[in-house]
């Protein structure tokens, strides 16, 4: 008599060990990708005025707490029926666009994707701005509050077009 083996995929360990495993493994490929996109942007090709990497964050952060009140107000208003739609549209392109940066630029690693979507959320954002003083006197406020975000905006352009010009 012949006895036949059955193979099966090996069964997770749900134990507590294999569960603390599962999630250190996760936690240490989400660390070599990390590094990976980290190294690849070091070794990139830069214009001498580019800035330290490191003050790409705290910028970001100012950056998003402006957005998150502007932004929000301008939603909140269109929302209520305070202003139209038409003058929430661009700003909320402009979200669609900066959240889409990061994984074109690091995530896809493409530097001309990730300059044409720099061009859209500058565009987007001048779009939004005009639309907010155009809509009302009481929206001025937003356009002078996202001064930085657009000086930044055009900087960042400048900075990714270059970058994607040095390493085509």
Not at 29 to 39: D, G, L, P
Not at 54 to 77: E, H, N, Q, S
Request: aromatic fraction near 16%; charged fraction near 15%; glycine fraction near 4%.
């Amino acid at each position: 008599m012949v006895a036949v083996a059955r193979i099966y995929p090996k069964r997770p360990d749900r134990t507590k060990r294999g569960r603390a495993f599962e999630k250190r493994s996760e936690r240490e490929s989400e660390a070599v990708i990390c590094m990976s996109t980290s190294n690849w942007y070091s070794q990139l090709i830069k214009p001498g005025w580019a800035p330290p990497e490191w003050l790409f964050g705290p910028v970001w952060a100012v950056l998003y707490t402006i957005i998150a009140v502007t932004f929000g107000t301008v939603f909140y208003r269109a929302f209520t029926g305070k202003v139209d739609w038409h003058v929430a549209l661009p700003f909320a392109l402009n979200l669609v666009f900066n959240f889409a940066f990061t994984p074109l630029q690091f995530g896809l690693k493409n530097n001309m994707l990730a300059s044409i979507d720099v061009l859209l959320v500058v565009g987007t954002l001048v779009w939004a701005l005009y639309a907010a003083w155009n809509a009302s006197a009481d929206l001025h406020w937003i356009v002078y509050a996202n001064i930085p975000y657009l000086l930044w905006g055009l900087f960042a352009t400048a900075l990714q077009l270059t970058i994607t010009y040095l390493n085509r």
